[in-house]
């Protein structure tokens, strides 16, 4: 029976295994392909990861998703705030602690934003940020 | 592929059988390709928002530089139309960026986090060009040394304009 050397192949082929291993990322990273975020030349990913994240992503029509659920306005947002906050007690730790992630669209309303902002305030959530993508055009 | 013993003759080989291995490592990656994504690095702008601090609060005496008020107008739009610091106006955002690099440089090392900027949006302005100006405002990257050089640290945003009407 004549075979042929399999060897180079199966060399090359679990050198692209090996690479796409490398590279796999499992990190549940809460993106939405209905958020393009702004690009900022400062935005470099955090050294350490955050300790109590919420996320909250405005899209650009000013609905927010959180957790997976879309909230089409901001008032609507209370109640999982309120959640948030109690789980956040649950858990002994304050409010204040926690910081909200905010992933707003690149073309969405700065007012929605701050809207977001200040009902997250009177829910007690004082840390905020602003995600941007990192802006490598430069 | 045959086992070749160097120094038997080729009589008593071993078959490996490659096909189910061969079929194994495809299916692998086949999966690392399908879940195979490219992510963009993504980054955060911190800021500390308590709600206490809607209220204009009496500046700290110990303050070197007063807050600046950094007020971004929009057209119909959207887009941006107008940008002042207290009352000084500004074409674009590098401008806004070298105004803001000099002051804060002046103020010594300690400017940095001294310095408070409040920004004032139109609502209607596209979020793009708020992330933009805090952009120009809370530092640069050094080209040398390819490192984050903070200018300002204290960003706010003013209370939202149509529930709250702009105190000044």
Do not use: W
């Given at each position: 029976?004549?075979?042929?050397?399999?060897?180079?192949?199966?060399d090359m082929?679990f050198?692209?295994?090996?690479?796409?291993?490398?590279?796999?990322?499992?990190?549940?990273?809460?993106?939405?392909?209905?958020?393009?975020?702004?690009?900022?030349?400062?935005?470099?990913?955090?050294?350490?990861?955050?300790?109590?994240?919420?996320t909250?992503?405005?899209?650009?029509?000013?609905?927010?998703?959180?957790?997976?659920?879309e909230?089409?306005?901001?008032?609507?947002?209370?109640?999982?705030l309120?959640?948030?906050?109690?789980?956040?007690?649950?858990?002994?730790?304050?409010?204040?602690?926690?910081?909200?992630?905010?992933?707003?669209?690149?073309?969405?309303?700065?007012?929605k934003?701050?809207?977001?902002?200040?009902?997250?305030?009177?829910?007690?959530?004082?840390?905020?940020?602003?995600?941007?993508?990192?802006?490598?055009?430069? | 592929?045959?086992?070749?013993r160097?120094?038997?003759?080729?009589?008593?080989?071993?078959e490996?059988?490659?096909?189910?291995?061969i079929?194994i490592?495809?299916?692998?990656?086949?999966?690392f390709?399908?879940t195979?994504?490219?992510v963009?690095?993504?980054?955060?702008?911190n800021?500390?928002?308590?709600l206490?601090?809607?209220?204009?609060?009496?500046?700290?005496?110990?303050?070197?530089?007063?807050?600046?008020?950094?007020?971004?107008?929009?057209?119909?739009?959207?887009?941006?139309?107008?940008?002042?610091?207290?009352?000084?106006?500004?074409?674009?955002?590098?401008?806004l960026?070298?105004?803001i690099?000099?002051?804060?440089g002046?103020?010594?090392?300690?400017?940095?986090?001294?310095?408070?900027?409040?920004?004032?949006?139109d609502?209607?302005?596209?979020?793009?060009?708020?992330?933009?100006?805090?952009?120009?405002v809370?530092?640069?990257?050094?080209?040398?040394?390819?490192?984050?050089?903070?200018?300002?640290?204290?960003?706010?945003?003013?209370?939202?304009?149509?529930?709250?009407?702009?105190?000044?």
């Amino acid at each position: 029976m004549h075979e042929g050397d399999l060897t180079p192949m199966i060399d090359m082929t679990f050198q692209l295994i090996a690479f796409f291993m490398v590279l796999i990322n499992f990190t549940q990273s809460e993106t939405d392909d209905r958020v393009q975020l702004p690009q900022s030349t400062l935005a470099k990913p955090p050294e350490e990861a955050l300790e109590f994240p919420i996320t909250l992503q405005l899209t650009r029509q000013g609905s927010v998703i959180i957790g997976g659920t879309e909230v089409l306005s901001i008032e609507g947002l209370r109640p999982y705030l309120l959640n948030e906050a109690t789980v956040l007690q649950q858990r002994e730790q304050q409010a204040s602690e926690a910081t909200v992630i905010i992933r707003a669209h690149k073309d969405a309303q700065t007012g929605k934003v701050q809207d977001l902002i200040k009902i997250c305030q009177e829910n007690g959530f004082e840390k905020f940020a602003l995600r941007a993508k990192e802006d490598v055009g430069n | 592929m045959k086992i070749r013993r160097s120094t038997s003759s080729g009589k008593d080989t071993i078959e490996l059988q490659m096909t189910p291995m061969i079929d194994i490592v495809f299916q692998l990656l086949v999966f690392f390709i399908m879940t195979f994504k490219i992510v963009s690095l993504e980054g955060d702008f911190n800021i500390q928002m308590p709600l206490a601090s809607q209220d204009e609060g009496l500046p700290d005496e110990n303050d070197l530089l007063p807050p600046m008020r950094l007020t971004l107008t929009a057209n119909d739009d959207g887009q941006i139309s107008g940008i002042s610091l207290n009352d000084r106006t500004f074409t674009s955002f590098p401008e806004l960026h070298d105004y803001i690099a000099s002051r804060v440089g002046d103020a010594g090392p300690s400017g940095s986090e001294d310095a408070e900027v409040e920004l004032d949006c139109d609502y209607h302005l596209r979020y793009e060009y708020a992330i933009k100006a805090v952009t120009a405002v809370s530092g640069y990257v050094d080209r040398d040394t390819d490192e984050i050089v903070r200018l300002v640290e204290k960003i706010r945003f003013t209370p939202p304009r149509e529930n709250a009407e702009a105190t000044d």
